[in-house]
């Protein structure tokens, strides 16, 4: 396993403590999470209340990892996240693109189905 494929899996298990702050010190300084079907959110500064947006409303989230490759700079990861608001419930199939440097997620892509998680927890 390479040293960018250990980061990431570390960060997708921190997910499951819903500690934005932990979650963001991941990210290089200007990293970027870009989930598709929005804009992109570049840097701590407005990465922390965007993420925290997401966590401080979950009850508890869980990610697994179905397959993972790495190559470089790149990591891929295809996974399901299961995620729980209230009583309501969530599996969603992911897959991640990030782009790694110096052990930081510089950019981050995140592919899914929107749809799934709004119905879900309309």
Not at 53 to 75: A, M, P, Q
């Amino acid at each position: 396993m390479s040293g960018n494929e250990a980061v990431i899996r570390s960060f997708i298990a921190a997910w499951s403590r819903l500690d934005a702050r932990e979650l963001v010190e991941y990210f290089a300084a200007e990293g970027v999470y870009h989930n598709m079907m929005l804009p992109p959110v570049r840097g701590h500064e407005k990465l922390l209340p965007y993420i925290d947006r997401f966590v401080s409303g979950w009850s508890e989230t869980s990610w697994e990892i179905v397959n993972i490759l790495s190559r470089d700079e790149i990591v891929m990861v295809e996974r399901v996240d299961r995620t729980r608001i209230g009583e309501r419930r969530v599996e969603l199939p992911c897959n991640g693109v990030f782009e790694m440097q110096d052990g930081k997620i510089k950019v981050w892509r995140d592919y899914f189905d929107m749809g799934t998680y709004t119905r879900a927890f309309a």
